[in-house]
């Protein structure tokens, strides 16, 4: 069961949460140098990194250069726009090394949404603030760019 190896990455939620949710996300493995998504890909899940390091790349516009633009390590959230219908994703997710994850589709998430309500809003309020996190930082490195 996905939840015996779900480790921190679930440490935003109670353990009977970590539980309920661990039931409904699946597994992914990537190994080193793997894409988990590129750039123009259909976005309609979001992964949590329970172990492994991941590389953000965006376009530089120059050829098909690519510029990365964060890693993230062990606990972090990837993909999280996966979650709004209609999009695709505007940047491509490389393993730096062996990494675990676990998935939550968008149909999981509906089927939350009728079963699980309380578990959807803790879910939505944990990303909706590495969402600002993230926004914040990147405001100050823009700060310090201008």
Do not use: N, W
């Not at 965006?58 to 209609?86: D, N, P, Y």
């Amino acid at each position: 069961m996905a939840q015996k190896r779900c480790g921190d990455v679930f440490a935003f939620l109670g353990a009977e949460e970590q539980k309920r949710l661990a039931s409904v996300v699946t597994e992914r493995i990537l190994e080193q140098d793997s894409y988990l998504f590129e750039v123009g890909d259909p976005a309609d899940e979001v992964f949590f990194l329970a172990q492994g390091r991941l590389s953000v790349q965006k376009k530089t516009g120059f050829h098909r250069k690519m510029q990365v633009v964060a890693i993230l390590e062990s606990g972090a959230i990837v993909g999280e726009a996966g979650l709004l219908s209609g999009h695709v994703h505007g940047v491509s997710v490389r393993a730096i090394e062996h990494s675990h994850l676990f998935r939550l589709g968008c149909q999981e998430l509906q089927t939350l949404e009728r079963t699980d309500s309380q578990l959807v809003i803790q879910l939505l309020k944990h990303l909706l603030l590495i969402s600002s996190l993230r926004l914040e930082k990147t405001a100050e490195r823009l700060a310090h760019v201008l």
